[in-house]
C-alpha cells in the first residue's frame, strides 16, 4: 500500500527553465510534507517542508505547494540549474510519526 | 559539527551470515530511524526509536531484523541469516524530536551486498 506515491522516475528540464516535481498521497492524516534531495552516495537532506495549515511555502529557488482536496503536493524549482539534478523525495507525515517516502524522482537539468 | 556517521560504508556478506550495521546519531537527537532503500524503490521505513519510548518496530520485514538504541544514542541494526533480498543502501536519521519543525537528517548510508 503505496501511501506517497511520486508517479514519475524521471523529468529533465533545461537550466533556466522551471522544474516541477510531483506526489499524490492517500492518507488524509498525513498533515506535515517534506521534500528531500539525494545526491548519488549520500543520504538525503532536507529541502523544504510544508504544514497542512499552509498551501504554499517559499524558500529562494524552491516552492512546495499543497492542494488539501485533491491530495497532491509538488516542488517548483526556478530557475533551474545543473546542480539540482539529483533524486528528489516526497515525504510525509501523520501528527508527527515516521516520514513516509515517495519512490522518488530522478531530475536532471541540462546546461 | 558532526552529521550522522553509518558504519561501515559497504559490506559484503554471504547469505546466511548475519551482519550488524551501525548508527552515530547527531549529539542530542532524541529521534532515531532507520529505513532502507532497495535498487530503484524509495526508502522504506524499518523502525523508529525517540526517547526513551517503546520503539516502532512496525516496519522490519522480518524476525530476522531487529535494532537497538543504548543509551539513547547509538544505535545498531541486526540482521540475521541474510538473504538475497536484504540487499540495499541501509539508512539512519535522527532529528532532535518529532518531525514538525525538525527535518530528519540522514547519514551517508550502508551499502549492503548479500551474495
Known amino acids: 500500500d503505496q501511501q506517497v506515491k511520486q508517479n514519475s522516475p524521471s523529468l529533465s528540464v533545461q537550466e533556466g527553465r522551471i522544474s516541477i516535481l510531483n506526489c499524490d498521497y492517500t492518507?488524509?492524516?498525513?498533515?506535515?510534507f517534506l521534500w528531500y534531495k539525494k545526491y548519488p552516495a549520500e543520504g538525503p537532506t532536507f529541502l523544504i517542508s510544508?504544514?497542512?495549515?499552509?498551501d504554499k511555502n517559499e524558500d529562494g529557488r524552491f516552492t512546495v505547494f499543497l492542494n488539501k482536496s485533491a491530495k497532491h503536493l509538488s516542488l517548483h524549482i526556478v530557475p533551474s540549474q545543473p546542480g539540482d539534478s539529483a533524486v528528489y523525495f516526497c515525504a510525509a507525515s501523520d501528527r508527527g510519526s515516521r516520514l513516509t517516502f515517495g519512490e522518488g524522482t530522478q531530475l536532471t537539468v541540462n546546461p | 559539527g558532526a552529521g550522522v556517521s553509518q558504519s561501515p560504508s559497504n559490506k559484503v556478506t554471504e547469505k546466511g551470515k548475519d551482519v550488524e550495521l551501525r548508527c552515530d546519531p547527531i549529539?542530542?537527537?532524541?529521534?532515531l530511524y532507520w529505513y532502507r532503500q532497495s535498487l530503484g524503490q524509495g526508502l522504506e521505513f524499518l523502525i523508529y526509536f525517540q526517547g526513551n519510548s517503546a520503539p516502532d518496530k512496525s516496519g522490519l520485514p522480518s524476525d530476522r531484523f531487529s535494532a537497538e538504541r543504548t543509551g539513547g544514542s547509538v544505535s545498531t541494526l541486526t540482521i540475521q541469516r541474510t538473504q538475497q533480498e536484504d540487499s540495499a543502501v541501509y539508512l539512519c536519521?535522527?532529528?532532535?524530536?518529532?518531525?514538525?519543525?525538525?527535518?530528519?537528517?540522514f547519514g551517508n548510508g550502508t551499502r549492503l551486498t548479500v551474495t
Open positions: 492518507n488524509s492524516m498525513f498533515d506535515y
Open positions: 536519521a535522527s532529528s532532535p524530536s518529532r518531525v514538525e519543525g525538525s527535518p530528519l537528517h
Open positions: 549529539s542530542g537527537h532524541t529521534a
Open positions: 510544508i504544514s497542512s495549515i499552509k
